[in-house]
């Protein structure tokens, strides 16, 4: 069954520091999706990109967030200078089509620990 | 703000019970729902989704919707302790299909 893939699954970095992190959606889906949930706390959506440009963001997705996708399969969220408050699991989700009606796949997620 | 509401528990049912999850939306505009479930330290799994009022089934699970009273359950019959998870309530937050979730509520089952 296809499935969402991320990596890496646990990036630690240092306070000020860029991050890189890669999703692999589900072949032939079309929207893709960041969510973050920082530990004990709920998901929240991050951005929706739909294609190659953003459609929809939340107020955390500031300036210091960007989203790629550089080729056709994978799907990128960048953090430009990281932040002590960035640390949390953050999941990639694709969504077959148009509509709100399709569901979300999600991702295993990526653990970012900020130092 | 659109908002998910659902009891975050611990939830404690005896094996083979049924165990029943509650969640309230705000936006009477939404209409999308599903429920997720989470285990500790993984991502969220989509276990249903629901789109009309009414129940749906799918094996041991039914979903009900009330869009009169912004009312999502979900109902699992013949709990299993391997349905020990924090179940997660989600609504459709825009057009471009971005979810808003609940809290979850913490279900445990008892062998």
């Known amino acids: 069954e296809p499935e969402v893939t991320q990596t890496p699954s646990h990036q630690v970095t240092q306070m000020g520091q860029e991050v890189i992190l890669r999703c692999v959606p589900i072949?032939?889906?079309?929207?893709f999706y960041w969510y973050r949930q920082i530990l004990g706390q709920k998901v929240e959506f991050l951005v929706s990109?739909?294609?190659?440009?953003?459609?929809?963001k939340s107020e955390i997705f500031d300036d210091q967030f960007s989203v790629e996708r550089p080729d056709g399969s994978n799907f990128t969220l960048k953090i430009r200078s990281t932040k002590l408050e960035d640390s949390a699991m953050y999941f990639c989700?694709?969504?077959?089509?148009?509509?709100?009606?399709?569901?979300?796949?999600f991702g295993p997620g990526t653990r970012l620990t900020v130092l | 703000q659109k908002e998910v509401e659902q009891n975050s528990g611990p939830l404690s049912v005896p094996e083979g019970a049924i165990a029943s999850l509650n969640c309230t939306y705000s936006?009477?505009?939404?209409?999308?729902f599903f429920w997720y479930r989470q285990y500790s330290g993984k991502s969220p799994e989509l276990i249903m989704s629901?789109?009309?009022?009414g129940d749906k089934e799918d094996g041991r699970f039914t979903a009900q919707l009330n869009k009169a009273s912004q009312y999502v359950s979900l109902l699992i019959r013949d709990s299993q302790p391997s349905d020990s998870a924090t179940y997660l309530c989600a609504v459709n937050g825009g057009s471009q299909g971005n979810l808003i979730f609940g809290k979850g509520t913490k279900l445990s089952v008892k062998p």
């Open positions: 990109f739909y294609n190659n440009e953003i459609s929809e």
């Open positions: 629901i789109y009309s009022n």
């Open positions: 072949s032939n889906h079309l929207y």
């Open positions: 936006d009477r505009g939404s209409q999308s």
């Open positions: 989700a694709s969504r077959a089509g148009r509509g709100s009606y399709n569901e979300q796949f």
